[in-house]
């Protein structure tokens, strides 16, 4: 085994690879094929080879071989085998060896392959692919052609990507193609190093002279753009370069047209200053120059925003807020402006707006901007701007602890106004803001307690529909707010009153704990009150109104409502029992609230010396395992083990662990100030309100129409056409029939009928029979007349009609008709006279219905096409024996009854009295479809009166055309999408000029002549699909501008779309 | 640009160009979530939104929404114009372009795309030259047989 490894590396030795081989096919041009099958014979020899590297050369050579047109199958397995081998390398390289060669070898061919293939490669760079090809490419950024040197360009950018050693050696090309001369190259290198010097400035500055001309010098708004943000990025870590650009840029800004230009500059000055001016400061000089261009920047700026244009406006807005930053002072002037911009249409603008005029507020005209937001939120339709309004004023108003407030009432009557939105989502946001000011805000509570203890009166407000959930939250505030600092009350009674309806029982519980906490505390201030008068009954009246609400909230669901309230409602009830015995108890009472609530700041605890010998950090119990995950529990689960766990625990605990827990206790109470916190149902209210808004359900399933707009129109038109057409040809057969009568009677009058059957063949047919002259004595010779060419045969009937049959059989002569017809599964769909010439005398009229597709052989043998024929006996005679036969070709026959020879006809199963028509149906088999055919026939039949019978014949042509195999079928737009996408149709078009018919005529017509149904329409543009009987897919796109229809097409065989659209075209010309 | 959708008013797409790798999954919920976003959107709108960590700059021509997500140092305006551009050479190249020739041609309309863009940037800003190559193109797609032999003469 070991010497075979061994053997196998020394062969390898002198193994061809690919590069040998193809120099040796090029070497041996006249002996080609005897090389190569050397080559085969040793590549045989190496796929034996244990070695993968073997095989994998091996392999690399097939494809190579394959490529040429070698059959290469016989390796299939080893292709197999070499491609599931662990390393990834052999495979990339099998696929890519090939690739690259096609590069080299198709290159010096065609441009546009090499450009395929260098298109295809960036879709597909792996960093295997980018080191193994990363020198072809650059050979390529050489090549002759600037279309080839542009692709490697850009796919060098991809390269270097994923390969970034291959950077060093290509760069010097690459900084050569910067001075190429054609311009699609070098903007093609601006673009690589632009890109690349975004990822990593430093090693591009060397670079800023050669950018430096170009962009003085280039007129290209494309490269320019691209250098300017090449700049961009150099500019942070090469100060003296910003000084340089500010002219160039300035000139750019103040002459530019192009506003993609514009923005460019203004965003590059913007960002370039950013760095500039905050870290180190520049010379005073340059600060100076760097303001003024900032005023021009905000002055271009306020151009763009002031624009029509919706995506101007917001750019400019974009940029304004990134100015705001750096430079608050410029935009603040421009205040009216973007206050403006909040009327706009566009949601997205009024957000940057707003977000802008967050930076803009200063103390001065923060109570006008905020008006302004007001009214807006007034007038705001749609809960999520509105609530985006909301957050936003109360953003603006609370930021840096209030800087900007100065007048506090102010404030409070702006949140007492917004608590009159309805929908939103922020009540808390509200709510904990009222809350913090108030605590905050000692001067304030006076006009806040008036303000909350009016809410609570009109609380019913709040409280309406479900619409208004999130707003009751104020709630919390206000009765919190209320009760605390009750003494500010004017009216406590009433308040208490409001606090104790029992309305509020409908309120969420955690409002409703507090509501009833500070319904007591409330109380107590009243109690208070009342005992300094002599009148002890308005005292006692209130503790009975305490002792007659309460119950409601003691059967509460809530635990917390009802926990508070029986404590709570037999505090007042023992309270009663004093005030009977004339006990003076409020101040006791006042003594359960007493102690004022201070502020305390995020950072205070820091301030208070750990005591010594408590390690914050050491655990007090032992740290949870981390398997056990209560918090994962449902919470059902918790709920009822909860108990369990705390009895077993309460065992256990000692007296350490309990003087521990204290402490913790006492920690998290210090870092507690507001003992008030949000209890996790309220959280959860929150949660669930998004849920319920997006919703987006309802709106995927607005957007998204039922039908495909076109296809039902189309088909209508196309039912409404077939229609028209019927009636018209049920009226021209009366006419007709009507006319024909009269002319039996009334004989020797010629009558041209070429009119009449031309409008009855425009319909449509699937088969055209068109009888020949027939080779018929003179006596007998029928008017035959091929409707295409009624009017050059008009005369040879006329001879053949007009007189010998007036002298022979006056009333036997015959002349035929044939009709073709078109059936479907569904019935009758198109009538049409083919060869119509309805003479004075007839005798037969042949109708002959159009091969009907044999619906049932279709299913499961595509090749049967049946004909259905109309025999009509127009003579007064009886007809006979009547036998039809065809001539066969190599592609289609007849089918006969078994034993019949070739050439046999086929009788007629019926016999016709005079006026007298029957239906006969002839099946064909066809091999292939793909060509339009011609089938010569005779129709053999005797004519018999009282004295004597008379053989007759008649000749005729079936013509089966390529539209005539195609079977109307519906498609829907996706399946014809995916059908297209399939990618096996061959595609041919063809286009028809002066064609002058509305669209949807022209639409109809192919519809109705080819069978095809219209897929999908818009506009002037329609695409449409038919099936042959062997299920071939043909699909069209129908395109008209003016006179001139072009029609591409696609099909998965291009004989059978040639001939569908000659059909089409015949049928446009000949209107 | 990190990738190209186009999409019809129903939400269909009818074209995508990727210039990132990403799994096939992904690019489903990319397309799924972007489609729903554009097309919430009133028309009045203006054609940028932040999505993600990415800038989405979209256009509507006619029934198709052309979509392009760029990065945050991305200009939108010239993203605009590439969208433009773009649409003006299936424009120049279909003659009145509409919905269905990117369906039923939607070859051609990624090649044309290829030969503008490269690796998601503009590679040709000229449009003469891009219709030229595509021209040539076409041609050398009808004549490919008689190419390949050639070279072995």
């Known amino acids: ?1071 | 640009m990190q990738f190209m959708l186009l999409f019809s008013r129903q939400g269909k797409l009818r074209l995508q160009k990727w210039y990132v790798p990403l799994s096939d999954k992904e690019k489903k919920k990319i397309t799924r979530e972007l489609v729903q976003t554009v097309l919430a959107r009133k028309p009045k709108m203006c054609s940028f939104l932040e999505w993600r960590d990415l800038k989405v700059v979209y256009k509507r021509y006619a029934s198709l929404y052309f979509c392009c997500a760029i990065e945050e140092q991305d200009n939108e305006l010239i993203t605009l114009e590439i969208i433009h551009r773009y649409v003006e050479l299936l424009d120049k190249y279909f003659g009145s372009v509409c919905e269905l020739d990117i369906i039923f041609n939607f070859e051609k309309a990624y090649f044309i795309l290829d030969e503008f863009l490269l690796g998601g940037e503009a590679q040709e800003t000229s449009k003469k030259t891009v219709l030229k190559a595509i021209e040539q193109a076409d041609l050398l797609q009808e004549v490919r047989p008689h190419v390949v032999t050639l070279h072995y003469e």
């Open chain 1, 1 to 1071: 085994m070991a010497l075979k490894i061994v053997k196998g590396s020394i062969d390898r030795m002198f193994d061809k690879n690919l590069q040998d081989l193809v120099r040796g096919i090029r070497n041996h041009k006249e002996d080609e094929a005897k090389y190569i099958s050397t080559c085969i014979d040793e590549i045989k020899q190496e796929l034996k080879q244990d070695n993968i590297a073997v095989k994998a050369n091996a392999v690399c050579k097939l494809t190579y071989l394959q490529m040429l047109g070698y059959d290469v199958s016989w390796a299939a397995f080893n292709i197999v085998e070499v491609m599931s081998s662990s390393k990834f390398t052999y495979k990339v390289k099998i696929g890519l060896y090939a690739h690259v060669w096609i590069c080299q070898e198709i290159g010096y061919i065609s441009q546009y392959d090499t450009g395929v293939a260098l298109t295809g490669l960036s879709c597909f760079v792996t960093p295997d692919l980018a080191r193994d090809l990363a020198n072809d490419i650059m050979t390529l950024m050489s090549h002759t052609k600037p279309y080839i040197r542009k692709k490697a360009v850009l796919i060098m950018y991809k390269v270097f990507l994923k390969y970034p050693e291959s950077l060093r050696p290509a760069f010097p090309r690459l900084k050569e193609k910067l001075e190429d001369p054609d311009p699609g190259v070098q903007s093609a290198a601006v673009n690589v190093i632009c890109e690349l010097a975004r990822r990593n400035p430093k090693n591009y500055l060397s670079l800023a002279p050669l950018f430096f001309k170009l962009m003085t010098s280039s007129t290209n708004n494309w490269v320019l753009i691209k250098i300017i943000k090449l700049f961009g990025a150099l500019t942070p870590l090469e100060p003296r370069l910003g000084k340089k650009l500010i002219e160039p840029l300035t000139n750019l800004i103040h002459s530019t047209s192009a506003m993609s230009l514009l923005y460019e500059c203004v965003n590059t000055v913007i960002a370039g200053h950013d760095v500039n001016g905050s870290p180190f400061l520049p010379p005073f000089s340059l600060a100076l120059f760097l303001f003024l261009r900032f005023q021009l920047c905000v002055q271009k700026l306020r151009i763009l925003i002031e624009d029509s244009d919706q995506n101007l406006k917001y750019l400019g807005l974009l940029a304004m807020s990134k100015i705001l930053k750096t430079h608050p002072k410029s935009v603040q002037s421009h205040k009216d402006l973007i206050l403006q911009c909040l009327d706009d249409k566009d949601e997205s603008i009024r957000l940057r707006a707003l977000d802008l005029l967050y930076g803009m507020v200063s103390k001065k005209n923060l109570m006008e901007i905020v008006k302004k937001l007001m009214l807006h939120v007034d007038k705001a339709e749609g809960t999520t701007y509105r609530d985006e309004l909301l957050t936003k004023i109360i953003d603006i108003c609370s930021q840096s602890n209030y800087q900007y407030i100065t007048n506090f009432e102010w404030y409070i009557s702006i949140l007492v106004e917004l608590t009159r939105l309805e929908g939103t989502r922020h009540g808390h946001l509200i709510a904990s803001q009222m809350l913090d000011v108030a605590i905050r805000v000692k001067a304030i509570r006076v006009f806040a307690v008036a303000q909350m203890a009016t809410l609570l009166d009109n609380a019913h407000l709040m409280t309406g529909n479900v619409q208004r959930k999130g707003i009751c939250e104020v709630l919390y505030a206000a009765a919190w707010i209320c009760g605390e600092f009750s003494e500010h009350l004017e009216n406590p009674m009433q308040t208490l009153e409001a606090m104790l309806r029992p309305k509020v029982a409908t309120l969420p519980g955690h409002i409703q704990a507090v509501y009833v906490q500070n319904a007591a505390k409330l109380f107590a201030t009243l109690l208070k009150n009342q005992e300094g008068n002599t009148d002890r009954t308005a005292a006692q009246e209130t503790s009975q109104l305490m002792i007659d609400r309460l119950p409601l909230f003691v059967q509460s669901a809530n635990l917390e409502v009802q926990e508070r309230a029986s404590c709570i409602l037999q505090l007042v009830k023992y309270i009663q029992k004093l005030q009977q015995k004339d006990v003076e108890v409020a101040e006791e009472v006042i003594a359960l609230f007493a102690g004022e609530l201070n502020p305390v700041a995020p950072k205070a605890q820091k301030k208070v010396p750990v005591p010594e010998g408590l390690d914050l950090d050491a655990w007090i119990n032992e740290p949870p395992s981390e398997s056990e995950s209560e918090d994962e529990q449902p919470k059902a689960i918790f709920a009822k083990e909860e108990p369990k766990h705390s009895r077993a625990r309460h065992t256990e605990v000692d007296e350490k662990e309990l003087a521990k827990r204290r402490e913790a206790r006492k920690q998290e109470q210090a870092n507690n100030p507001f003992y008030i916190k949000a209890s996790p149902s309220s959280q959860k209210v929150y949660q669930e309100a998004p849920g319920v808004e997006h919703i987006p359900v309802v709106q995927i399933d607005l957007s998204v129409p039922l039908k495909v707009p076109g296809l039902p129109m189309s088909d209508q038109y196309v039912k409404l056409e077939e229609e028209r057409r019927q009636k018209e040809r049920v009226e021209k057969k009366k006419k007709e029939k009507k006319k024909r009568k009269e002319k039996r009677g009334g004989r020797g009058k010629k009558h041209d009928s070429g009119p009449e059957s031309e409008e009855d063949i425009t319909p449509a047919h699937m088969v055209d029979i068109v009888t020949e002259e027939m080779p018929l004595a003179d006596s007998e010779k029928l008017p035959v007349r091929s409707h295409r060419a009624a009017e050059a045969l008009k005369s040879p009937a006329e001879d053949g009609d007009a007189e010998s049959p007036a002298s022979q059989e006056p009333k036997k002569k015959s002349s035929k008709e044939k009709r073709e017809k078109k059936k479907d599964k569904d019935g009758d769909r198109k009538v049409s006279v083919k060869n119509g010439n309805p003479t004075r005398e007839t005798a037969l009229w042949m109708y002959i219905y159009g091969a009907e597709i044999d619906i049932q052989g279709n299913l499961q043998d595509g090749s049967q096409v049946v004909v259905s024929v109309i025999f009509e006996n127009k003579c007064d005679n009886f007809l006979k024996t009547m036998e039809f036969n065809v001539l066969d070709s190599l592609n289609s026959k007849l089918q006969r009854p078994e034993g019949s020879g070739p050439h046999d006809g086929l009788s007629v199963p019926f016999q016709l009295p005079p006026g007298v028509s029957n239906e006969a149906r002839f099946v064909f088999t066809m091999q292939s479809i793909v060509m339009p055919q011609k089938l010569k026939g005779t129709l053999t039949f005797i004519i018999k009166n009282e004295d004597s019978s008379t053989h007759e014949k008649l000749d005729f042509k079936l013509h089966f055309t390529c539209s005539s195999y195609l079977i109307t079928t519906p498609c829907y737009s996706d399946a014809f999408a995916k059908l297209l996408e399939s990618g096996d149709l061959k595609c041919s078009s063809v286009r028809l000029e002066g064609v002058n018919m509305p669209f949807h005529h022209l639409l109809a017509r192919i519809c109705f002549h080819h069978h095809f149904s219209v897929v999908e329409r818009i506009d002037s543009c329609a695409s449409m699909y038919s099936r042959s009987i062997q299920g071939h897919h043909v699909c069209l796109l129908v395109k008209t501008s003016g006179q001139t229809v072009s029609i591409d097409a696609k099909c998965d065989e291009p004989t059978l779309l040639g001939n569908v659209l000659d059909e089409i075209k015949q049928t446009f010309s000949q209107c």
